[in-house]
């Protein structure tokens, strides 16, 4: 299979940065100052799955009887098994309670105070995102769309009392503790870039395992898909099985199961054969929690052709590629962390014939392959560069085959493999061999 490029079969538009940012501006000035641009929980709480514990009552943020239904409003209770996913979108995070496909909301999509805080489908609007404003250990959720802080219910500490929106102040009940599900340490790394600010962070766990090596989960359901998803600026698969396009095999010019917007996020999905050309990321994307076991045409496909993009996989695995799992047609950045593979060729490709030359960058950080040849493949003549940490390798594998890129209708060269320090980096306690 060869590493040209194929176009998307849609463009979706540029909606959702343009949504979070009116929403924002339509809020008092002088509020926003004060809470939405304070120092946010981004700065020390990333993606990832953690416990809300509200600083006054010392209880947990809580569905009711486990409830599955949209509408429900979100109480405090009993600390236990609660568990909320926090999911980097534009402007803050999404919030969903584990192992659900529901997104914390408020009300109607409601600014007023008092208004209840619910669980409901996921729509992508700004009521459903969430600022973490940090207080000095704790941290005030704050609801992008209404500019008021995560409360319970006239302040209340006993268990039971509704959460709702109200505005923000010193409260006690008006802050929360987010602990990592695990009990362990989050850290983040923040990167700029001439479009905007991206944060980064890397938990102590991530689905799947905190370095790539945990289960492989088992399908909820199965859905076939008969075209492909357009998906849009969010799509929480809740871990069903996907299949239906293409032929099951690894050729060329197959249409891909799902096509994500710039900036959006797919997440908990099973993609199964026939899987096609599996995700098409049309600008920067995130994809949490995705297996494919057996990977079509290529797992996923990075497509913008700006060198400001950021691409992350976070989370999951891919089973029976015999060519490559990640193409990288566009320009720049994927970082792939707590990943793994078996039965692949290459875990990533910078495209070395596409129709236009982009520099590309790939991040690899707790990765684990079985039976895999190469973890990255890229092209030095145009700067390309990979970079390694935390990868364990069962049995062998080369880490950073390097090539010679070419135009469109050539075939590259390849031309080494092995750290360099100026494409290829990783030392030796970078990788671990078992």
Not at 81 to 110: H, K, N, Y
Not at 342 to 347: A, P, R
Request: hydrophobic share 30%.
């Amino acid at each position: 299979m060869s590493t040209m490029d194929r176009s998307s079969p849609t463009r979706t538009a540029r909606w959702r940065l343009g949504l979070v940012a009116a929403a924002v501006a339509a809020v008092g000035a002088a509020t926003l100052t004060a809470w939405v641009n304070a120092p946010t929980a981004s700065a020390a709480v990333g993606a990832g799955t953690y416990t809300l514990k509200n600083a006054g009552s010392g209880l947990c943020l809580t569905v009711p009887n486990a409830s599955t239904a949209s509408g429900v409003q979100l109480q405090q209770a009993a600390c236990g098994s609660q568990r909320w996913v926090l999911s980097e979108v534009g402007g803050g995070f999404r919030i969903t309670p584990a192992g659900s496909g529901l997104c914390v909301g408020v009300q109607d999509g409601s600014t007023s105070a008092g208004k209840a805080i619910q669980q409901q489908s996921c729509t992508g609007a700004a009521g459903q995102t969430w600022a973490l404003t940090a207080s000095g250990s704790n941290y005030r959720v704050v609801n992008v769309n209404a500019d008021k802080c995560m409360n319970t219910k006239d302040n209340s500490t006993s268990a039971g009392a509704g959460v709702q929106i109200n505005s923000c102040d010193s409260a006690a009940t008006k802050q929360w503790t987010l602990t990592p599900a695990d009990g362990g340490s989050t850290t983040t790394s923040t990167t700029s870039t001439t479009r905007t600010t991206t944060t980064t962070t890397t938990t102590s766990q991530q689905p799947g395992g905190g370095d790539g090596s945990g289960p492989w989960p088992t399908a909820t359901g199965s859905v076939k898909l008969t075209d492909t998803m357009n998906v849009g600026s969010y799509f929480n698969g809740g871990l069903k099985s996907y299949y239906g396009i293409g032929d099951g095999g690894q050729g060329e010019s197959q249409d891909p199961m799902f096509v994500v917007a710039d900036g959006g996020t797919i997440e908990n999905v099973i993609i199964d054969a026939p899987a096609g050309d599996g995700i098409h990321c049309e600008g920067s994307c995130t994809i949490r929690n995705v297996w494919w076991n057996d990977v079509g045409e290529d797992a996923a496909t990075f497509k913008s052709p700006s060198s400001s993009a950021r691409y992350l996989v976070d989370g999951g695995g891919a089973k029976s590629a015999s060519d490559k799992v990640f193409q990288h047609n566009g320009a720049g950045t994927v970082t792939i962390r707590n990943f793994q593979t078996n039965g692949v060729g290459k875990l990533y490709r910078a495209c070395g014939n596409c129709a236009t030359s982009y520099q590309r960058h790939v991040v690899m950080d707790g990765v684990t392959v079985r039976s895999t040849k190469v973890l990255a493949g890229i092209n030095t003549n145009w700067g390309d560069t990979a970079r390694f940490s935390r990868i364990t390798v069962y049995g062998s594998a080369s880490i950073c085959d390097k090539y010679k890129g070419v135009p469109k209708g050539s075939e590259p060269t390849k031309i080494g493999s092995g750290a360099d320090g100026v494409n290829c980096f990783y030392s030796s306690s970078d990788i671990t061999y078992k």
